[in-house]
């Protein structure tokens, strides 16, 4: 059984071959089927193995390993892949999820040309990620990161006619990539100076080698943060997401639920042992993290593109993962990773259905009123935003966000401040997922608009709510230990946050968090069914109006970049592309020029000329000849 | 048959082929392939009747020697020698020579008798120097494969095809000959000390120098190893050069003449003067660095196809450098394969732009744009091969870039970072290349047909070898690995700090426990 | 006979070669600068004849006799070409022919 | 006079004869093909009595001269190239009009000179033979009637030789004078290192030959004379002519001292760095390819003086085997261009060559291969000779020079290369009917340059045999 470990990454990606030599050929049916029951098979295959971990999940692993990658002196990864509990977690999230995509993405698709290019871009997505989590040692893992970051450039691009598309595209590989590069660096300290890169074997020798808080570590965990800072979109390299919106939405559904953006969240899981012997390293995850989650759900607020809206929610939902990383909640960032991903698949593919049936408009304030139009989608819409609100109790959100809540507060690492930014976080996610719905769905019609989409898209729709509220289940108290279930699953792999003071006012806090995000419910009701003029005559104010703006453009972020490195660094291209050095070069033959020319002059032709040339050279050698 | 024969079947295949271009225009072809593909098959015979790595000690690891006098006067020999480096290096130049001729196809008319004699003599050079264990040998086809790739670039080159091709024997001479004096002055140094004037490199290493005399000497093979990979500063030729010649002298220009280059540094520079390599080791990783950077940037800024490529190249081998300054068995292997796929990757993209040339006539970028709707298997070629030039991992490109890296991160950390940062920088122009020419809005009035079965045939083939070098580069480690561990010997064990990790203390061990102090 | 002073004689050979090749530079006209190589010449068999008195060998006349006979054949072939020249150029100013040059 | 000496002088007596025998054969009749016969004739039984003279080599006939290995070597080189050069004329005197007899008389006496003066070692045999050598080149030069170039040339050839001549003849006085002996093997025991007479006199002496070499700064005549003279005078002059005064140099290095009198070393190196700089900065951009050549063949014996000061039997093979490998390529050069004169002109600007490769491959790969040998490329003579010069070089740790004929070299490959690109750039559509005029070159010409260009790939793939030739003449050196 476990022997068909392999077949988890290998459908996507074998699916991914044969439509890239033959998809132009097969018709769209078969390009369909094939893209998305390779991933369907993928989740199949990855339940059954999930059936072996049973309930308690501590400390059961499956190992398979495929061949030699290579072997140079005592660098010798191997193309093995490594499941527990974590990757079982991530497995089952991404195949799932992804296949509901992917069927989402044949209704959602069939109008547009490159159908099969579309298809196979999304299998290897795909299948990059489970590389991503299958990977039993940080060389293969950052083959899956770098698939990833590749296939988010493609699909982003996927629409190559537009060249805004091509430039968001472009945006977030390379910024992806500096994050990449850092992980890179970090990757050669650690073998360096551990001598491997297995992962289970590089944490071992870690913590047995490195002091806590040593330097190496600190420098090393900090160069693998850099790298999941970039694949999450952390502060500050979060400016790629919100451009990344270009790709079809399908694939942004595939970007923040399933794939690519909790990269970095698992990065951190998988390599937790480093961060708890970085300390500094481990209190700026949090601090990235809590800063993180108010900036974008403050962006989030301001938005008027839909997708835009729900790309900040993105940013500011991993801003809560990393806060549980942070404070070493780190089954609870997980929890959240689970839940975000049903959540947020939802919202993105119902996002689309909105889309689809307003002729591709984007703008949230050009529609309205969808209710009753698209009752379904309105529906599982609902639940979606709800639980990205957390509204208490039904939603599994609620459970995730509170558990980081909690731990945020009482956690060894954490503290006030870090559990108030997630309490005013919460409230800012209500408000502006609230106003999203509001907005979209009710008030007055706008414009016309079609009704529903068909059952292919409808269905993985109803799914994901389904899900979204089920997911809640894991936060079920464990009768054994007492713990939520999904903090006993993991915790084989994940070990549980060190409690700083034992007498939590649980109940206290349960009760602030779901008034922050009750309040933010209400606070976008007011705002924007009740009195919508209000809300338009704040922005209208000279502060408002600043503030907006502010708020509007991500803080700014794009355009300290451009000033600061793109803008040079064009500059310095620009002036330098015929190459300076190249300079010298052709003064050198510039000079030989002049000297022919200088030298042509003493060529005069004329015999007494000549005949003084052999004096004066005659002169010249007795002269050297006899005096020197 | 012995290893001779690798140098005599280029060259009789180009002589035919010369003789052949008066009867018609598609013999030369036929022979030439014909030639080079017998060439391909003997050395892949060798490669599969060498024997097994454990037999052969560590520095006498030649798969197959030739060996016999030429100027006794002088102490000069005809020796040559096989070693799994040199495989590696003579089965790309078979292979891109191969390419070479089928990508000059339809691409070349006129005197197709003369270009191939031409282009059989350049991979006899090249094959030559590969192969040469005589430093006079060396240098006399290391100067020999300037000539005919001088004709390739200068006859059948495009618009600044006599400025380009100028500089290029220019800076190459020049270089040439200061290593010359350098040969020449090891040549001296070793036959007063011994008696013995002998030019053979196996009795030329390990010549006692002073470190003065070192570092001179060092200094003269250094420029013309260094003007042939190139290292920044003395790169200028290459971008004239590469996007002046026809296509398959691109070809071979990017996947083998700078490789010569490198190959003189593993081969030549650092065994023979380990102690002056190691006192400038420094410098010749912060040049590498700069390179890579330098390369990218200006790779990134042009406006013509070939000159971008031509640029990639820089940056490329740069890294090639930055695992030989290295100087451990890691970084020298990410170095071999680099130059490897290298030669596959950037020779692909000179074969793509040959194509796009041939059909648009021009190699501005701003005259293209939107080709995938246009042209969908080249595009996605295109991308194949941009995304190998960016380093993607799973392609052959990473190992190298991965494995230079790895290993010269345990000489320089800084460095190590500043070099990688080169990873961005091939982002940026892989994918700017990408977006100017196929993406972005097609113009109306653009229409041209897709790559051919043969095109898409060789292109296939190169995507195929770079794919299996990515995934499983074994093959291609183990044939270089008894090679690049007897020349790690040779150098100065200063140079390679031990590995932490087990592979120092018991190699080929893995794990574990008692590692652990 | 008292011994002739070599440096003495020296110096006037010396001067006297000087004095022939100023005349080459100064002179325009063919004749005279041949005129002046044949002093230049006159003034180095000059050399010859004291040294070989210094000497007290015949040598130096020898070669003076040498110098005159290959003078001789000089001024000969010499005045052959003059004719050609100023045939040609109707001129017998040096500077003439001096067409090439660059 | 014994028999032996008798057969150490053979060849020079028969080239002298065979110039008697040519004089005595135009008064009887005059006939083109008779006199070249004859002076082919006499040039290859001078080449036959080699053997003879080598096999009582070395001898010492009369104070004046020395037959051994290293005369007879250098005395087979000046008939092989003489030779050539008497093979190049046939075709290009033919074209010429009336006379063309006595040029062959005035061929091989030069030859006789360029014989004596390798084979002197007394000054009065050395003056001799350069006198005879010079004298005849004026009538060469100017040989050919009615054409302006030639007797402008044959003007400053005729005057400047005389002003060196006069140079060398004034030092030769000054060094007799200073050591009592016009002898060089008496000179050098004689010489105090610091007398100033003998320095000035040496320097003088070194005027004079830097004249005939056209070293920089004596080399103001080179392209004048080069362009003006008919093409196969000037590969005379370019090859036998310097070669001659060039082994003469080198026989002189011995006895002299040059190279242990610093002074004279700095003399020396002067001129071969400013040689190699100037001829090669004077050829960049130059139109006319004699000059071309001309300017290269002042940088080329810049190289060569590299070669001399190594000194010691290694520079002097090296320098020897340098000399034969140019006097190859040089008459190969030439030859190309004097096959090709057409018979209003000579092709010799490099526009005459556009396109030429696909015209006349043939004539264009033997041109190609002539200017590579020159640049010093793989598969030619010049690659092996330059080669062997820079290792003289770096023998003796010259390294300014050394590295000045790097540069040098490098800066050389422009106007080589630009020669080449021509001649295999587009003809040009339009001037078929005017290129239609070259003549085709006959079956001789062809014989020659292809005998030449094998003999280029020869010295420059299997180089041993003529090194070990050299090897041993230059070891028994006097």
Redo the contacts between chains.
């Keep these: 059984m476990t022997d068909l470990l392999w077949l988890i990454p290998f459908m996507p990606i074998a699916g991914f071959t044969v439509l890239?030599l033959a998809g132009?050929r097969l018709p769209r049916s078969v390009t369909g089927t094939i893209g998305t029951g390779t991933v369907g098979l993928s989740a199949v295959v990855s339940m059954l193995l999930a059936a072996g971990f049973g309930v308690k999940g501590d400390g059961y692993v499956v190992t398979q390993t495929l061949?030699?990658?290579?072997?140079?002196?005592?660098?010798?990864p191997r193309?093995s892949l490594y499941l527990d509990a974590l990757s079982l977690v991530m497995v089952l999230v991404i195949t799932c999820v992804g296949f509901l995509i992917h069927l989402y993405s044949i209704g959602f698709m069939k109008n547009e040309e490159g159908y099969s290019r579309f298809f196979a871009y999304m299998n290897l997505f795909v299948g990059s990620m489970l590389v991503l989590v299958l990977a039993d040692n940080l060389?293969s893992l950052?083959?899956g990161?770098?698939?990833v970051g590749?296939c988010s450039?493609l699909l982003i691009?996927f629409w190559?006619?537009?060249?805004a598309n091509?430039?968001a595209?472009?945006k977030a590989?390379?910024i992806t990539?500096?994050g990449?590069?850092a992980l890179?660096?970090g990757?050669?300290?650690l073998?360096?100076?551990?001598?491997?890169l297995?992962i289970q074997?590089l944490m071992?020798?870690a913590q047995?080698?490195w002091p806590a808080g040593s330097k190496i570590a600190v420098i090393a965990a900090a160069l693998l943060l850099a790298g999941a800072i970039g694949k999450s979109a952390q502060l500050p390299l979060q400016t790629w997401l919100p451009d990344a919106m270009a790709g079809p939405t399908p694939v942004s559904a595939l970007i923040h639920a399933a794939t690519m953006v909790t990269a970095g969240v698992y990065l951190i899981a998988r390599t937790h042992v480093l961060f708890t012997l970085a300390p500094p390293v481990q209190s700026a995850i949090a601090i990235i993290g809590a800063a993180t989650l108010l900036l974008a759900g403050l962006s989030a607020f301001v938005q008027r593109d839909i997708k835009r809206v729900l790309a900040y929610s993105t940013i500011s939902q991993i801003g809560y993962m990393f806060l549980a990383l942070g404070v070493g909640a780190w089954s609870a960032a997980l929890f959240h990773f689970m839940t975000h991903a049903f959540f947020k698949a939802l919202l993105f593919l119902g996002a689309g259905a909105v889309i689809l049936a307003m002729d591709h408009e984007h703008d949230i304030f050009k529609m309205g009123g969808l209710r009753s139009r698209m009752p379904v989608t309105f529906w599982t819409f609902l639940i979606g935003v709800a639980s990205l609100s957390a509204l208490p109790f039904v939603t599994s959100g609620f459970y995730s966000k509170d558990l980081i809540l909690k731990l945020a507060w009482s956690s060894e690492r954490g503290s006030v401040w870090l559990w108030a930014a997630g309490v005013a976080g919460a409230f800012i996610t209500s408000l502006y997922a609230f106003r999203l719905l509001f907005v979209v769905f009710f008030g007055d019609r706008l414009t016309r608009a079609k009704s529903d989409p068909g059952i292919s898209m409808t269905a993985p729709l109803v799914v994901l709510a389904a899900l979204s509220v089920a997911a809640g289940l894991a936060a079920l108290p464990e009768p054994a230990s007492g713990r939520q279930a999904i903090q006993q699953f993991l915790s084989g792999v994940l070990p549980a946050a060190h409690i700083r003071d034992e007498r939590t006012p649980e109940l206290f806090l349960l009760l602030i968090a779901s008034c922050a995000s009750i309040g933010g419910m209400l606070a976008a009701w007011l705002l924007y069914v009740l009195f919508p003029r209000y809300a338009e005559g704040l922005v209208q104010t000279r502060a408002g109006r600043s503030v907006h703006r502010l708020l509007f453009t991500g803080w700014g972020f794009d355009r300290i970049y451009d000033r600061l490195f793109a803008g040079p660094?064009l500059w310095?291209?620009?002036i330098?592309?015929d190459?300076f050095?190249?300079l010298?070069?052709e003064g050198a033959a510039w000079y030989s020029g002049v000297f022919h020319h200088l030298l042509g002059l003493t060529q005069t032709g004329k015999v007494r000329w000549y005949a003084f040339g052999i004096g004066l050279g005659a002169i010249i050698t007795i002269g050297i000849a006899v005096f020197l | 048959m012995t290893v001779e024969w690798l140098i005599l079947i280029p060259l009789i295949g180009g002589v035919l082929a010369w003789i052949g271009g008066r009867r018609s225009s598609l013999l030369p072809r036929l022979i030439s392939v014909a030639s080079l593909g017998a060439g391909l098959a003997m050395t892949a015979s060798l490669w599969n009747a060498s024997p097994p790595v454990a037999g052969r000690t560590a520095g006498q690891a030649w798969i197959a020697e030739f060996n016999t006098s030429?100027?006794?006067?002088?102490g000069i020999g005809f020796h040559l020698g096989l070693d799994g480096l040199s495989l590696l290096l003579v089965l790309l130049t078979f292979f891109l020579g191969i390419v070479g001729v089928l990508c000059s196809w339809n691409e070349i008319k006129e005197?197709t008798g003369f270009f191939h004699l031409n282009l059989m003599l350049v991979l006899t050079g090249i094959v030559g120097v590969f192969l040469s264990l005589d430093l006079?040998l060396f240098?006399?086809?290391w100067?020999?494969m300037?000539?005919p790739m001088?004709?390739l670039i200068?006859?059948w080159g495009h618009e600044k095809r006599?400025y380009a091709?100028?500089?290029f024997?220019?800076?190459t001479?020049?270089s040439g000959?200061?290593m010359?004096?350098g040969i020449?002055?090891l040549?001296?140094i070793h036959g007063r000390s011994t008696g013995i004037y002998t030019f053979d490199y196996t009795q030329l290493l390990g010549t006692r120098l002073t470190p003065g005399q070192s570092l001179w000497l060092m200094l003269g093979f250094a420029a013309a190893f260094a003007v042939k990979l190139p290292a920044?500063?003395f790169?200028?030729w290459l971008?004239d050069a590469h996007s002046e010649a026809p296509t398959a002298g691109s070809l071979i220009l990017a996947g083998l003449l700078l490789k010569t280059g490198a190959y003189g540094f593993i081969r030549f520079l650092v065994p023979l003067f380990p102690d002056a390599v190691e006192s400038v080791r420094l410098i010749g990783m912060v040049l590498s660095a700069a390179g890579i950077l330098y390369g990218a940037?200006?790779a990134?800024?042009?406006?013509d196809l070939k000159r971008l490529i031509a640029y990639t190249s820089i940056s490329h081998m740069g890294f090639v450098m930055l695992g030989i300054f290295a100087w451990?068995?890691?970084s020298l292997?990410?170095a071999v394969i680099q130059m490897v796929c290298h030669g596959f990757s950037t020779g692909a993209l000179f074969v793509l732009a040959g194509i796009l040339q041939a059909r648009l006539h021009t190699r501005e970028m701003s005259a293209m744009g939107?080709l995938?709707?246009v042209t969908?298997r080249m595009a996605?070629m295109g991308l194949f091969f941009g995304?190998a030039s960016l380093g993607?991992?799973?392609l052959g490109n990473?190992?190298g870039e991965?494995?230079v890296?790895?290993g010269s991160?345990?000489v320089s950390?800084l460095v190590?970072?500043a070099a990688?940062?080169g990873?961005?920088a091939s982002?940026?122009y892989s994918?700017?290349l990408m977006?100017r020419v196929?993406?972005?809005?097609?113009r109306d009035d653009l229409t041209m047909a897709d790559i051919a079965v043969r095109e898409t045939t060789i292109l296939a083939v190169m995507a195929a070898v770079i794919v299996v070098i990515g995934?499983?580069?074994?093959p291609v480690?183990e044939t270089s690995?008894p090679a690049v561990e007897g020349l790690i010997q040779k150098g100065n064990p200063s140079l390679t700090p031990p590995?932490?990790?087990?592979?120092?203390v018991k190699?080929g061990?893995?794990?574990?426990g008692e590692?652990?102090? | 006979m008292a011994p002739v002073p070599i440096e003495g004689v020296l110096v006037l050979a010396a001067v006297l070669f000087t004095l022939g090749f100023a005349g080459v530079l100064m002179r325009r006209n063919i004749i005279f600068i041949l005129m002046s190589i044949e002093i230049m010449l006159n003034a180095a068999g000059l050399a010859f004849v004291v040294a070989g008195s210094k000497w007290g060998q015949p040598d130096g006349q020898v070669m003076f006799i040498f110098i005159l006979v290959m003078a001789g054949a000089e001024v000969s072939v010499g005045l052959a070409l003059v004719l050609r020249l100023f045939h040609r150029f109707r001129s017998l100013d040096a500077d003439a022919a001096g067409r090439m040059k660059g | 006079m014994t028999t032996n000496d008798f057969y150490a002088l053979s060849p020079l007596l028969a080239v002298g004869a065979a110039a008697l025998a040519v004089m005595i054969g135009i008064s009887v009749k005059r006939s083109m093909t008779a006199t070249a016969g004859l002076t082919v004739a006499g040039l290859f039984v001078s080449f036959a009595m080699l053997f003879p003279a080598a096999s009582i080599a070395p001898r010492i006939v009369t104070p004046l001269l020395v037959i051994d290995g290293y005369a007879l070597f250098y005395m087979g080189l000046v008939l092989a190239g003489t030779l050539t050069v008497v093979l190049l004329s046939l075709e290009y005197l033919r074209d010429r009009g009336a006379h063309p007899e006595e040029y062959y008389i005035l061929l091989l006496l030069a030859a006789f000179g360029s014989m004596t003066l390798v084979a002197s070692r007394h000054f009065g045999s050395l003056f001799l033979g350069l006198e005879i050598l010079s004298v005849s080149l004026y009538g060469l030069i100017a040989y050919v009637r009615g054409n302006e170039k030639g007797i402008e040339a044959g003007i400053k050839y005729l005057v400047l030789a005389a002003v060196s001549a006069a140079f060398l003849v004034f030092g030769m006085a000054l060094v007799y004078t200073a050591t009592g002996s016009l002898e060089f093997s008496r000179i050098g025991a004689g010489a105090t290192p610091t007398d100033p007479l003998f320095l000035a006199g040496a320097a003088m002496i070194i005027v004079g030959m830097g004249f005939k070499l056209a070293v920089v700064p004596f080399h103001l005549w080179t392209p004048d004379v080069y362009e003006g003279a008919p093409a196969p005078v000037t590969a005379f002059i370019a090859t036998v002519s310097k070669g001659a005064v060039f082994a003469l140099l080198l026989r002189l290095a011995g006895p002299f001292h040059i190279l242990d009198h610093p002074t004279l070393f700095t003399v020396f190196s002067v001129i071969a760095v400013g040689s190699i700089f100037a001829g090669n900065l004077l050829a960049l951009s130059q139109g006319n390819i004699k000059r071309i050549l001309a300017y290269s063949s002042i940088a080329h014996l810049g190289y060569l003086l590299v070669a001399f000061l190594a000194g010691g039997v290694k520079g002097a093979t090296a320098a020897t085997y340098y000399l034969s490998a140019y006097f190859v390529t040089t008459l190969g050069a030439f030859g190309v261009i004097s096959l090709r004169s057409g018979r209003d002109r000579e092709r010799e600007y490099i526009h005459d060559y556009r396109g030429l490769a696909?015209r006349r491959p043939w004539l264009a790969g033997v041109f190609t291969a002539m200017l590579?040998s020159l640049?010093g490329?793989?598969?030619t003579a010049g690659?092996?000779g330059k080669?062997?010069a820079?290792?003289a070089g770096?023998?003796s740790s010259l390294?300014f020079q050394?590295?000045s004929?790097?540069?040098g070299?490098?800066i050389g490959?422009?106007y080589y290369?630009?020669v080449?690109?021509v001649m295999?750039a587009q003809p040009e559509r339009h001037s078929g009917g005017r290129q239609a005029v070259a003549r085709a070159i006959s079956f001789g010409g062809g014989m020659i340059l292809a005998l030449l260009t094998l003999g280029l790939i020869l010295l420059g793939v299997w180089?041993?045999p003529l090194?070990?030739l050299i090897?041993r003449a230059v070891s028994g050196m006097n």
């Design positions: 890239v132009s061949w030699q990658w290579l072997s140079v002196g005592d660098f010798s193309f060389v950052y083959l990161w770098e698939g590749l450039y691009g190559y006619r537009d060249s091509g430039y595209a472009r590989f390379v990539r500096v990449d590069t890179a660096v990757l050669f300290l073998f360096t100076n551990l001598g491997t297995q074997e071992q020798r047995a080698e660094f310095l291209t620009r330098n592309r190459d050095i190249d010298v070069y | 030429w100027i006794p006067q002088l005197r006079f240098y006399f086809f100067e020999l300037l000539v001088y004709f200068s006859i006599a091709s100028v500089k024997f220019i800076f001479q020049l000959i200061l010359l004096l020449l002055g040549y001296f920044v500063p790169h200028s971008p940037a200006l990134f800024s042009q406006e451990n068995e890691l292997q990410g939107g995938w709707a969908p996605g995304l993607l991992p799973g990473f190992i991965f494995l890296l790895l991160y345990r950390g190590t970072a990688a940062t990873l961005i982002a940026l994918l700017r977006q196929f993406h972005g809005p097609k995934l499983y580069p074994g480690l690995k590995g932490r990790g087990p592979g120092a190699p061990g893995e794990s574990s590692m652990l102090r | 696909w590579l640049a490329i793989p598969l690659f092996i080669f062997y820079i290792s770096v023998g390294w050394v590295v004929v790097a540069i070299s490098a490959l422009f290369l630009r080449i690109s295999y180089p041993s090194i070990g090897t």
